[in-house]
């Protein structure tokens, strides 16, 4: 791993790193299967392993993710996971943001740092840009709907398949390193 970066992903999970038309339940509602979206599953883990803190920003239960992270070999990734059954808030709520900023030491001075990724624009969108971090929308998957109620759901980025998120993130560290060293 290289040194640390400075930019830090929030990310979903469904149809953002796992396809969600592959989960089975069980009697219970929880998720015992799901595959990961083709890409998905090496990006996240050339992310981390490239030194960037990776944390989980969900709505579900706890053991859906903690069983689909296993199965999927990517349960080491996460410096934190905040999901909505744990938190008592679903996303756009702050509450969610504001756990995951406190998970990993963040403080209102990062939130430029921060960068959310995910596939809903009224949940992941709207919640990461009205907490005031950039948002990047994961077109992949059309399950849901695209449409845009307002500026709040406007995505800063927008890319179609998981592999173009660490280039994505790598542009993003190039120009924070870059205001910083014309900051001092």
């Given at each position: 791993m290289n040194g640390q970066k400075r930019i830090v992903l929030f990310t979903d999970i469904g149809d953002t790193i796992i396809d969600e038309g592959?989960?089975?339940?069980?009697?219970?509602?929880?998720?015992?299967?799901?595959?990961?979206?083709?890409?998905?599953?090496?990006?996240?883990?050339?992310?981390?392993?490239?030194?960037?803190t990776v944390v989980m920003v969900a709505d579900g239960t706890v053991q859906s993710f903690a069983n689909t992270m296993r199965e999927n070999g990517l349960e080491d990734i996460f410096a934190a996971r905040v999901i909505s059954e744990a938190v008592g808030a679903e996303k756009p709520d702050e509450r969610m943001f504001r756990s995951a900023m406190a998970a990993v030491g963040l403080t209102d001075e990062d939130r430029g740092r921060v960068v959310m990724a995910g596939n809903n624009v009224k949940r992941d969108i709207r919640g990461a840009n009205l907490f005031?971090?950039?948002?990047?929308?994961?077109?992949?998957?059309?399950?849901?709907?695209?449409?845009?109620?307002?500026?709040?759901?406007?995505?800063?980025f927008t890319i179609s398949r998981p592999e173009e998120l660490f280039p994505l993130l790598e542009k993003l560290e190039a120009e924070f390193e870059e205001a910083e060293g014309a900051g001092e």
């Open positions: 592959t989960e089975v339940r069980d009697e219970t509602g929880t998720v015992v299967h799901a595959d990961c979206i083709p890409g998905a599953r090496e990006t996240m883990r050339s992310i981390f392993e490239a030194g960037y005031g971090i950039r948002s990047v929308l994961l077109t992949w998957s059309k399950r849901r709907p695209f449409d845009e109620d307002g500026p709040q759901d406007h995505p800063d």
